[in-house]
């Protein structure tokens, strides 16, 4: 959900607008939750939104006016707060919150900074992931093992209170996870939880974290696992090497269960290892329409699944979508998560950056994917993977 990486084509041209700030193009991909707080979580994880190779944000663009007023207000709030010596950060955020704006949010220059960082693959956090459940409150979906949560005792299902005295219910989950990650490693955090009728405090301490976002592990029957755990810097040409090395004639199951997104770039290469060249996905900034096209050279011939679940999302539901709609694979498990918004990022005059919905995102077919998601072709929730795995043997290799 944000530009996350540090390399040339994370961002587009900027462009210059009102109170000199700098709007970048980027895509919501959610994963700055994951990596902020030090796992991939099952709705929202660490890393951040992921940018397009073609994406770029001009003056000639026409606006879109909800977000064009809720970043006027929260910059306007912020401005405010400043003259009279209170947090431009904390205006801002009740401004978005006020402009029912679901994935805006508003991050502090440090923050910002270590969302930066995280699709890199090293990044900050206590070691956790989170989700808010449908009334607001926010539960542990994932602890990473051996991490600082995992110490402490922390569980799945967990629910957090609050974050260093900071109620949590009802805050989206970006910010949430931003609280729980800081600005670097060594510096404590209290989180509040409850686990059924139990209630308590415990004071945690960050550390540096990194992770492997793609693992391969070979199946039997030819064929080969390929987990993606987020699209962090490399991922997709990970896939592609993964793709290229599998036995001839190999099936692939691709699993995308947990993959909150990230660079939209990296999901458009990984598409490339599946298909020769065309179109990915298509999406709109204020108005203006735009494509994504995958690489030509793609393995088109092996038997392909993809593996998805309620946690798979943005950046992992548009390699989804295009799969499917290109007839490329058969998609299994559960309906994903319906991560389809583009956000851009504003700096505020505090130096903070707010982050609003400006677009959406539509897979070859023209399927909107924001709020609802993409159907499995066989949906399946106990057992997904080996249901998974017999469709990939049902499909034999290529004649």
Request: net charge neutral.
């Amino acid at each position: 959900m944000s530009g996350l990486d540090r390399f040339a084509d994370r961002f587009s041209r900027p462009r210059r607008i009102r109170r000199g700030a700098t709007l970048t193009l980027v895509f919501a991909s959610v994963l700055a939750t994951g990596a902020a707080t030090g796992s991939w979580s099952e709705a929202v994880d660490d890393g951040r939104k992921s940018p397009s190779p073609s994406v770029r944000s001009d003056a000639s663009a026409p606006p879109t006016s909800d977000a064009d007023s809720a970043e006027e207000a929260a910059a306007d709030a912020a401005a405010e707060a400043m003259a009279d010596g209170k947090s431009g950060k904390k205006a801002a955020e009740d401004a978005v919150s006020r402009s029912g704006d679901r994935w805006g949010s508003v991050y502090s220059q440090g923050e910002y900074q270590e969302f930066e960082k995280a699709l890199d693959g090293a990044y900050t956090g206590v070691g956790l992931g989170a989700r808010r459940a449908a009334d607001g409150r926010i539960e542990v979906s994932k602890v990473r093992e051996g991490g600082p949560a995992d110490r402490a005792g922390l569980r799945k299902g967990d629910r957090l209170r609050s974050v260093d005295g900071e109620r949590v219910t009802g805050r989206p989950v970006t910010e949430v996870l931003a609280l729980l990650r800081g600005d670097r490693a060594g510096t404590p955090v209290v989180l509040g939880v409850e686990r059924g009728t139990r209630a308590w405090s415990r004071t945690l301490h960050r550390v540096h974290l990194s992770t492997d976002s793609v693992t391969v592990t070979d199946l039997a029957g030819n064929a080969a696992l390929i987990k993606v755990a987020a699209f962090t810097k490399g991922s997709g040409e990970a896939v592609r090497s993964a793709v290229r090395e599998a036995p001839e004639g190999a099936g692939i199951l691709l699993d995308l269960r947990g993959n909150s997104g990230g660079l939209v770039t990296e999901a458009v290469t990984a598409a490339s290892a599946f298909v020769d060249g065309g179109l990915v996905a298509t999406y709109d900034v204020r108005g203006e329409q735009k494509a994504l096209h995958a690489e030509r050279g793609g393995d088109t011939a092996r038997p392909v699944v993809v593996l998805v679940d309620g946690g798979t999302m943005s950046a992992a539901e548009l390699l989804t979508g295009a799969l499917q709609d290109r007839g490329r694979a058969v998609v299994v498990g559960s309906r994903t998560f319906g991560k389809g918004s583009v956000q851009m990022p504003s700096r505020l005059p505090d130096g903070s950056v707010a982050e609003l919905t400006v677009g959406h995102y539509r897979t070859p077919s023209g399927r909107a994917v924001d709020g609802r998601g993409i159907t499995p072709d066989l949906e399946v929730e106990d057992g997904a993977e080996t249901r998974a795995e017999q469709v990939l043997t049902g499909l034999g290799p290529p004649s």
